[in-house]
Each structure stands twice: as C-alpha cells, then as structure tokens.
C-alpha cells in the first residue's frame, strides 16, 4: 500500500522528491506549474534527469501530477475552455514525460448549464488532447465536493464522462473528503458497502486509480471542500480505517491533501497516523 502525499516542487521536481521521503510518504503528488496561474513553463531535459536520479535513489511509487485548479472544460466560456485545454495538454505532456501515473484534474462547474450540456465539450477536448499527446499516463478525473453547478459530485456523472470518452487512459481519483462532502458514507461498513457498489455499478472499480486520503472539516453531504488532517474530522480515524481496509481500494496509491498540524500541507504526523490506523 502507498501512502503518499501533496508535496511542494519550489526549487524543482526533485526537490518534491526529496520532500517526500523526508515526512515519510511512499509517493508524492505535485503541481507542474502554479495551480493557480495560466503559465504552464516548459521543462528542460536536465530538470528531468534531475527528478529521475531523486525518484531512483527514493524508491518511491507512483507520482501523481495534479492539474491547475484554474482548468474549467465544463465552462460556457469559449476563451477559458481554449486556455483550460492549452494548459491541460501542457501539464498532461509533462506528466507522461516524467512518467507520473497520471494527471488529476477537477472537472470544475458546468456554470449553470446543466450536466447533460457540457458533456460533449468535455468529452472532446479532453478526446483532443489523448490523441495529441503520447505516453503511458492517465487523465484522472477527479470526485467533487459538489458545491454549486460542480460536475462529478456523483460517480453518474462521472461515468457518463468516461463513457463519452471512451479510452483506456482515463480514470477516475476518489477524494475522500469530496465524496464525503458529496453525501457518500465512506466511514461506516454499510456506508462503504453502498458507496463501492454504487462505484462499481457506475464507473466500475477497475477504473479507480488513485486516491486523495483526506479527513473532512465539514459533515457528511455538505457539499463544501474542507480538507482536515488525519483523524482530526468528521470521518474520524474510525471511518477512515473502515475506508482504508476496504479490497476495493487495495494497491490503489493514495496522496494526503491535509491542511498539516502546522498549517504547511502534509507532514509527518500526518502520515503516522495513517499507518497507525493501518496497524
Ligand atoms: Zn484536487
Ligand atoms: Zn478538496
């Protein structure tokens, strides 16, 4: 089993690697580029090698790359769908050129247009972009907290996307606190039970491919995105050791996106009490 965490990359990709190891996560999540800025920098092959050398000597699993917050494929404007796919394409090329498991990207809000509206413009830019660009990562859509029009806060809508989509290289990365906020019971064994067969009957397991472990700072059905560290929420270690024994999310690598003790994003209390829950 992998538990991972969101790392920062400041001083380059292997510097995220180096972060990593030091608060004890068995693989990392990383932005490519400022999640909140359009600018996506190319990167050098020299960058690469650097990372490539850190990630041997760790023997750290799978990175995760994940996608600018800004990206918005459901959005009705034309201008910001261009920007979204240009970005995308970008972030996703890096992605498969250091050999991340994939790219997770949010599928954002469909701004009032309806779910069954967007679905073709989704479907095809994110169509465009598998055919452009080569490799062997995935573009993981990711579960939502389903505040406002957000798309993907049920795995029905999900589905349908993937469907449209219709390619061995997508898949789906459940957020824990997401799904949670979205009113799937992920903390109780009957809870669990529903929310994998509901999974399974809609998307289907085998496309699960990565997690965002994360306890929630709201209660179930919220519909509001507040990460808590480990533990420290709704969840509760209880709930999430319930989640974290389940078979269906066996081998399945997870990244923690908690606020941190400190305030500084995942550290490495967080961690420890995911393995001790895992005991
Ligand atoms: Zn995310
Ligand atoms: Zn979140």
């Given at each position: 089993m992998f538990i991972g965490a969101h790392v920062s990359t400041a001083g380059g990709l292997d510097k995220g690697v180096i972060?990593?190891?030091?608060?004890?996560?068995?693989?990392?999540?990383?932005?490519?580029?400022?999640?909140?800025?359009?600018?996506?920098?190319?990167?050098?092959?020299?960058?690469?090698?650097?990372?490539?050398?850190?990630?041997?000597?760790?023997?750290?699993?799978?990175?995760?790359?994940?996608?600018?917050?800004?990206?918005?494929?459901?959005?009705?404007?034309?201008?910001?769908?261009?920007?979204?796919?240009?970005?995308?394409?970008?972030?996703?090329?890096?992605?498969?050129?250091?050999?991340?498991?994939?790219?997770?990207?949010?599928?954002?809000?469909?701004?009032?247009?309806?779910?069954?509206s967007i679905r073709d413009q989704f479907s095809n830019i994110v169509k465009e972009i598998l055919e452009d660009v080569d490799g062997d990562s995935l573009l993981l859509l990711e579960t939502s907290a389903g505040s406002g029009d957000h798309i993907g806060s049920n795995f029905e809508e999900i589905a349908n996307l993937l469907n449209?989509?219709?390619?061995?290289?997508?898949?789906?990365?459940?957020?824990?606190?997401?799904?949670?906020?979205?009113?799937?019971?992920?903390?109780?064994?009957?809870?669990?039970?529903?929310?994998?067969?509901?999974?399974?009957?809609?998307?289907?397991?085998?496309?699960?491919?990565?997690?965002?472990?994360?306890?929630?700072?709201?209660?179930?059905?919220?519909?509001?995105?507040?990460?808590?560290?480990?533990?420290d929420g709704f969840i509760g270690s209880n709930g999430l050791g319930n989640f974290l024994n389940r078979k269906e999310i066996n081998g399945i690598p997870m990244y923690l996106e908690v606020p941190g003790i400190e305030g500084n994003g995942p550290d490495k209390e967080n961690i420890k009490r995911v393995r001790k829950i895992l005991e």
């Open positions: 972060r990593g190891k030091k608060i004890g996560a068995d693989c990392i999540q990383i932005f490519v580029s400022s999640p909140r800025m359009w600018n996506v920098p190319t990167l050098s092959e020299e960058k690469i090698e650097l990372y490539n050398i850190e990630m041997d000597k760790s023997e750290l699993g799978p990175t995760l790359v994940h996608g600018k917050y800004l990206i918005a494929l459901g959005s009705p404007d034309a201008t910001l769908r261009g920007k979204s796919s240009v970005a995308l394409h970008k972030e996703f090329t890096i992605a498969n050129q250091i050999g991340a498991l994939g790219l997770v990207f949010h599928p954002a809000s469909h701004r009032g247009q309806g779910f069954e449209d989509i219709n390619n061995p290289r997508v898949g789906v990365c459940m957020d824990t606190q997401h799904v949670w906020a979205a009113g799937y019971d992920i903390s109780s064994p009957r809870g669990l039970d529903s929310t994998f067969n509901t999974f399974n009957k809609t998307i289907g397991l085998n496309l699960l491919k990565a997690v965002h472990l994360n306890d929630s700072k709201k209660e179930i059905n919220s519909r509001v995105d507040r990460h808590e560290n480990i533990g």
